[in-house]
């Protein structure tokens, strides 16, 4: 709907000067105005207008395609007590410039009213626009009161924490929202969908992936997108998906996402480009971005970049297991280390875990990352082995057998343990702002217009003792940039990443799936050459 200053800007006319020999004023509509000024008049309007605007006549449509040659991405949190006033904010504040959503992404406080809230969103955004929700463990992004970018976990909010056990009352409805819309020329973008099937429980991999192939061929030169953003919902395990997906795309497809959120998206693909399979609800959605074939000549290329801020340190030297017993939940295992050939019981190798930390760590939150060789295809295709680094929390150990969480550990794989280290993620963090200080020096015409964040819900101001270490990298090398993202209980990371180790034949280990780190994904463009 048209609002007011997009109708007074219709019928506005301006005084261009005035005759001195007649002393009458010469009045000129605004469509005898200069392109020029035209452009400086469209390019406040706020998205809605922008966009009637664009249909008036065909040389405004010309100047506001101008006007949006450049890609952008727009975030705003609202943390208002009354849902209908927090859509309203986060709507007005992403769409209050000139844009074109190509994707969206809303993340919801767990306290929030979810169902009413897609509807409100829903129809405020086209039908047409691809649109995920999720609840997340916290966000990060510009509060749509001041613009401070501000780090938020539910968990530690005050207002959650003075909630208790009891359930919110009609007063404290909402903690929060995060809407963030993209505008990505040359880029196509889609839902696709990983559904539960009714009548052939478990998860259709083969078929997830075929389905981001096709659609990846039928709007680009390629089976291969350029990026994936990758949402699974909790409890779900996700890790033979991410082995068929790293099989499955080049390296250059960048993958990063969310490994362990609730996803309120419960169908398939928007425009039936997935098949018709019937489902009960999605086990994951991955928003797909696909270079467009159909590109213009004077559109220019958007490239991901992706970066990784790891948590965990190395403790002590590697083991083998020897003993495994698995359930549908986790692993018991014994194991001895590669030097040695003593059998030992979980609390034996615990001892020597402990032995090595001493008091360096209170508390330590402890995992194991298992270096795993496991065949790969996709139905006929040709099957490939390859070495994955994949990480299970500790749960414990007794006399007989170390406790953890896995159902995919096999006898005589070799892991190491990690620990949740803040130390190391500072230093990690600093890496990561060098990384982005070089990218932005390197960088000769292209130019960073926007970044993502998955970070775990480990992180934040109790584990480092001091607020806003996760924004601190994008903020001090792209400050006028848009940033937002979201806290995890699982990061999703694959790419151009240094991995962790590689193995002992040198072969490359692929980690795809990481615990107390930070995902940052990088936007940036790089116009058309002039002609």
């Keep these: 709907m048209e609002n007011q200053s997009f109708r ?3 019928k506005m006319k301006v005084k261009t000067h005035s005759s001195k020999a007649s002393g009458e004023n010469i009045i000129t509509e605004i469509s005898d105005l200069g392109e020029d000024l035209l452009q400086k008049i469209l390019c406040r309007l706020p ?3 922008f966009a009637s605007a664009a249909c008036v006549r065909r040389s405004w449509s010309s100047v506001c395609n101008r006007i949006l040659s450049f890609p952008k991405l727009s975030s705003a949190i609202s943390f208002n007590r009354c849902l209908e006033d927090a859509v309203d904010e986060v709507v007005n504040k992403v769409f209050s410039e000139p844009i074109r959503p190509h994707f969206a992404l809303a993340s919801f406080a767990p306290y929030l009213h979810f169902v009413a809230a897609q509807k409100l969103i829903k129809k405020k955004l086209s039908p047409t626009i691809p649109l995920i929700f999720t609840v997340s463990e916290g966000v990060i992004g510009r509060n749509v009161l001041n613009d401070e970018l501000i780090e938020v976990q539910w968990g530690t909010h005050e207002e959650f924490e003075n909630l208790g056990d009891e359930s919110p009352n009609e007063e404290l409805v909402n903690i929060g929202l995060l809407l963030t819309v993209g505008f990505l020329p040359g880029i196509k973008a ?35 997108p350029a990026g994936i953003i990758l949402f699974v919902d909790r409890g779900e395990n996700i890790k033979p998906v991410l082995q068929v997906m790293e099989y499955a795309f080049p390296t250059d497809t960048v993958i990063v996402g969310n490994s362990d ?14 098949s018709t399979r019937q489902c009960s609800y ?3 959605v991955a928003l797909v971005f696909a270079k467009d074939k159909n590109k213009p000549v004077d559109v220019g290329e958007i490239q991901f970049d992706v970066i990784l801020s790891s948590g965990i340190s190395p403790i002590g030297t590697p083991y083998k297991a020897v003993a495994v017993k698995c359930n549908e939940t986790s692993t018991m295992l014994t194991a001895k280390r590669l030097t040695h050939h003593e059998h030992l019981d979980g609390q034996a190798i615990l001892n020597q875990i ?7 760590i209170l508390d330590p939150i402890l995992y194991i990352g298992v270096t795993k060789k496991r065949r790969c295809s996709i139905g006929t295709e040709k099957v490939r082995w390859l070495h994955f680094l994949e990480f299970h929390e500790v749960r414990g150990g007794d006399e007989e057998y170390l406790f953890v969480d896995s159902d995919d550990i096999k006898t005589r794989e070799p892991f190491r343990f990690y620990v949740s280290d803040p130390k190391a993620a500072l230093s990690s963090c600093n890496k990561v702002s ?6 932005k020096q390197d960088c000769n015409k292209r130019k960073v217009f926007g970044g993502i964040v998955f970070t775990c819900c480990g992180r934040g101001d109790s584990f480092f003792g ?6 601190s990298p994008f903020l001090e090398n792209f400050p006028g940039v848009t940033f937002a993202g979201t806290y995890c209980a699982g990061e999703i990371a694959r790419g151009k990443l240094s991995m962790y180790h590689k193995d002992e034949k040198g072969a490359s280990v692929r980690s795809c799936q990481h615990v107390y780190s930070a995902v940052y994904l990088v936007m940036s463009y790089t116009p058309a050459p002039q002609c």
């Design 8 to 10: 007074s800007l219709k």
């Design 47 to 49: 998205a809605v207008s």
């Design 190 to 224: 889609d839902i696709i969908s990983l559904p539960i099937n009714h009548l052939s429980p478990g998860l259709h991999i083969d078929d997830f992936v075929m389905d981001i192939r096709h659609y990846s061929s039928a709007v680009s030169d390629s089976s291969s």
């Design 261 to 274: 959120c609730h996803i309120l998206h419960k169908c398939p693909s928007r425009n039936g480009t997935t």
């Design 282 to 284: 999605s086990a994951a």
């Design 354 to 360: 402990y032995d090595e930390l001493g008091d360096r």
């Design 434 to 439: 060098d990384a982005l200080r070089h990218l």
């Design 466 to 471: 001091q607020p806003g270490i996760d924004s």
